[in-house]
């Protein structure tokens, strides 16, 4: 089976790291094409995939042929590689807001497409993605798509009704968490911790806290009362977040995202 990649960015990168790592396959299972050269040249010396010579030439080679493009040169890239592509591969697309009806009118009729959204925690082996499917993607089409995304972290399959929340909770929250954990910092700082420490101590706060939800199975409010004794320092931190409109900022922001990815597939 051979993997192919349209577009060598981080993304992209991550998920030939993970199978690689996995072992899912080899180097020469996999071929890529970028824009630039540099791309090209950064994923040939760190994985020693094969480089082709364009688009196209992905494609006529691809099983699994994975769009890992931004969605504004969606447009511009399909209309080339659609008489490229092989009959019965799977066509994963990466991008936000490209749903799966856009991809099916842009391949030919009976293409398998899996429409998914990982996140950039895929760069340490910790991503989470949203899976959704067309109709032409059988069982064994699943597994193998499952297979390598969950090689960089967890994947989970969605109706793709769903796939806005999921952009909004996953795709885009990685930056809201980064923002969580300079503010604490900024905050230790501003008591005397030193920086380094600071981002230590959040992040790894933040780590375990996380690992904490998924592990315990406990609702995250309980594990909250659980941090907040009688009278003690916890409550004091959380009353003010109360008052200054932590959740529904957040609320606010995850809303904002799912609207902003409604309008890219528009």
Known sequence: MTIGFIGLGNMATAIIGGMLKEQICEPKDIIGYARTEESRQRASLTFDIKIALDNMEVAEESDVLFLAIKPQMFDTVLPDIRDSVKENAIIVSIAAGKSIAY??????????IVRCMPNTPALVGEGCTGVSLNDDVNADDVKTVMNILNCFGKAELVS???????????????????????????????????RDKAYAFAAQTVLGSAKMVLETGKHPAELKDMVCSPGGTTIEAVKVLEEKGFRG??????EACVKRNRELGA
Not at 175 to 189: H, L, N, T, W
């Open 103 to 112: 991809l099916e009118n842009a391949f030919k009729p009976g293409t398998k």
């Open 160 to 194: 793709e009704s769903m796939m806005d929340a999921v952009v909004a909770v996953s795709g885009s929250s990685p930056a809201y968490v980064f923002m969580f954990i300079e503010a604490m910092a900024d905050g230790a700082v501003k008591a005397g911790l030193p």
């Open 249 to 254: 900022a957040i609320e606010d922001a995850m």
